[in-house]
């Protein structure tokens, strides 16, 4: 069983519609992270928020927004998304301010998202 | 630009039959390199972490290895639970880049 834990598991929304991914890691990490995943791609990264700051993927669209509650929380918000947002969305954590520092990515089993 | 290649896209293997992906990478200086198991709709499963040239790690069947170029990973007398996608992913030693580049992934099918 992993230790990040995403809610929902699937999710399908219209254009128009306004959702929210959820993320919680239980293992005191101190950077967290959201990827997208397009079917037989590698994962891409859109978000890193590490010691209360944030970092993003300047390619990611603003019908995306992350907002991290507490350091063991991190929502990804979705508002007039398009068909091709269409994909399976990881989040992870990692125990350092990055990986390679005593902190390999825990990556969650995925929100599946379809857009109508 | 950091680049991450695996090599072979795909791989059938029969139950026994040992095999080693290959992934090779281009980074300018190396913080660490990962190996991932993915299941179909699932999350990648972190296997192993790899810091300098000349390092292995081994996890049951699954050993990793390292050079300055490349890292191996090779499966010894595989079983069909050891179906899955395999990704190799870089990190740079870079200050504040939080990035892993992560390769397309060996598909690995092992019949019974």
């Known amino acids: 069983d992993t230790e990040v834990t995403q809610t929902p598991k699937h999710l399908v929304m219209g254009m128009t519609n306004k959702k929210s991914l959820k993320c919680e890691q239980h293992m005191g990490h101190r950077a967290m992270y959201w990827y997208k995943q397009k079917a037989k791609k590698p994962p891409e990264l859109m978000f890193v928020y590490s010691y209360e700051k944030l970092s993003i993927n300047e390619s990611v669209p603003s019908r995306f927004s992350p907002e991290c509650p507490n350091s063991s929380l991190l929502n990804l918000h979705l508002h007039a998304l398009q068909p091709e947002d269409s994909a399976l969305y990881l989040c992870?954590?990692?125990?350092?301010?990055?990986?390679?520092?005593?902190?390999?990515?825990?990556f969650g089993e995925g929100s599946r998202l379809t857009v109508l | 630009e950091d680049q991450v290649t695996q090599s072979p896209e795909a791989l059938r293997l029969q139950e026994g039959e040992s095999s080693s992906l290959n992934c090779s990478y281009t980074?300018?200086?190396?913080?660490?390199l990962f190996w991932y198991r993915q299941d179909p709709g699932k999350g990648p499963e972190f296997l192993f972490t790899l810091y300098s040239a000349g390092e292995e790690k081994e996890k049951e069947r699954l050993k990793a290895t390292l050079t300055k170029k490349e890292s191996f990973l090779h499966i010894t007398a595989p079983k069909p639970e050891d179906s899955a996608t395999y990704l190799c992913?870089?990190?740079?030693?870079?200050?504040?880049?939080?990035?892993?580049?992560f390769g397309a992934g060996t598909t690995v099918t092992v019949r019974a």
């Open positions: 992913a870089v990190q740079a030693d870079r200050s504040n880049d939080y990035k892993l580049s």
């Open positions: 980074v300018s200086g190396l913080r660490g």
């Open positions: 992870a954590s990692s125990q350092g301010s990055a990986p390679g520092q005593g902190g390999e990515l825990f």
